[in-house]
């Protein structure tokens, strides 16, 4: 009887246990077929066009984990792991490492809020939420070149409650120097930036501030200007208006102890705006407007984009975008979030930039799948 007795506390236990606790596996498969013209030759002195299958033109594919931990009196221990790869290849992140995306570990609490370290998303990626095409690839992180969308190694980050509709979110990135901001002996710079949101039913603003330091000399600035080290000043907004969302945003990178003279713009603005339309449960119109000026005579650009989604059940979806990026005379911004400088054959390998003051136009049709 005794025995029968223990067998059955054990089982309680472990019942008890396994509800305090939960690991959840997701992911996202994101593939379809690309067209782009006006992409330069290898020797960049004239265009080219190109078809290719394509995986994450609308979202990353990933995969990834999460768990909690229920530790009593409200406190939670929580975690996150979570890579990307080509749905076309299967390749992985590569130098990234397995989990490229997240790797973080913290504590919860739903009066106090959630901190965390480790490997995440930067702060930039805030904008997401503020983005008519979601950061597909030909959106808003194309003409800061990729400046909206890094990852960030070494942080904390804290993630208050909702106060009254305010939230507030931070992340603080040590550099791991011997230098506090950076001085060539680590692979990243001192990053940090500040998000506060406040959401009430018919609308939604944000603010972020963020700097990501250059790890060779600790400094907000780099030989491409201001697009990989810099300060970003932003503020967005977003309406919602029945089966309408009406989203605006403005942007401004600035440097600090530039060095590069005019060789690249120590100063870009980036604005753009959208809307979408709900035209049924199941289909979504979307039309998108983004420029950027930058100074020392680098020119504007501005990307005009059309697209939609339909939805074949819950988690998956058919994806569809056109869209042409218009370059002044001194401008080569592509669709793409191509590294700063000429197109073609480079050191670096290919890049998509189109010659100077051409244009370029795409079309890419998908599917995405989450689980």
């Known amino acids: 009887m005794k025995k029968a007795l223990l067998a059955a506390a054990l089982m309680s236990a472990g019942v008890i246990a396994h509800a305090q606790s939960s690991v959840t596996l997701y992911g996202r498969l ?6 782009i013209s006006g992409l330069p030759n290898a020797s960049y002195t ?19 984990m999460k768990g909690t931990e229920d530790i009593g009196g ?3 221990v929580v975690f996150k792991l979570e890579g990307s790869f ?4 299967g390749a ?7 989990f490229n995306r997240w790797a973080t570990v913290g504590l919860s609490n739903a009066n106090y809020g959630t901190f965390t370290m480790g490997r995440m998303l930067y702060i930039a990626n805030g904008v997401w939420d503020f983005d008519p095409f979601g950061q597909s690839n030909w959106s808003s992180a194309s003409l800061v070149r990729g400046r909206n969308w890094p ?3 070494n942080n904390v980050a804290y993630q208050s409650p909702n106060w009254g509709g305010f939230d507030v979110y931070g992340q603080y990135a040590l550099s791991n120097a011997t230098s506090w901001n950076g001085n060539g002996t680590t692979a990243q710079g001192r990053e940090a930036g500040l998000q506060v949101t406040y959401t009430s ?4 603003v944000r603010g972020i501030y963020d700097e990501i330091r250059n790890p060779a000399n600790g400094v907000l600035s780099g030989a491409d200007g201001a697009f990989s080290f810099s300060r970003e000043y932003t503020a967005g907004v977003n309406v919602f208006l029945g089966p309408f969302k009406i989203q605006g945003v403005y942007q401004a990178l600035r440097t600090s102890g530039f060095t590069g003279g005019v060789t690249a713009p120590s100063s870009i603005d980036h604005e753009w705006g959208g809307v979408t339309w709900q035209a049924t449960p199941a289909a979504a119109l979307i039309g998108a407007v983004y420029h950027v000026n930058t100074n020392h005579g680098f020119g504007n650009a501005t990307i005009y984009t059309v697209g939609g989604t339909y939805n074949l059940s819950k988690r998956t979806l058919l994806d569809l975008q056109i869209a042409t990026v218009r370059n002044s005379k001194s401008a080569n911004f592509g669709l793409d979030a191509n590294a700063f400088g000429n197109g073609g054959n480079t050191a670096a390998g290919y890049n ?5 003051g051409h244009s370029q136009t795409g079309v890419y049709a998908g599917i995405q799948h989450t689980f």
Do not use: C, V
């Open 30 to 35: 994101d593939a379809g077929i690309e067209y």
């Open 46 to 64: 004239g265009s080219t066009s190109r078809w290719r299958a394509e995986s994450g033109d609308w979202g990353t594919s990933l995969w990834g």
């Open 74 to 76: 409200g406190n939670k």
């Open 86 to 89: 080509n749905t076309m290849t």
């Open 92 to 98: 992985g992140p590569g130098g990234g490492g397995l």
């Open 151 to 153: 990852q960030s190694s």
């Open 201 to 204: 039913p018919i609308f939604q």
């Open 352 to 356: 998509e930039n189109p010659l100077h």
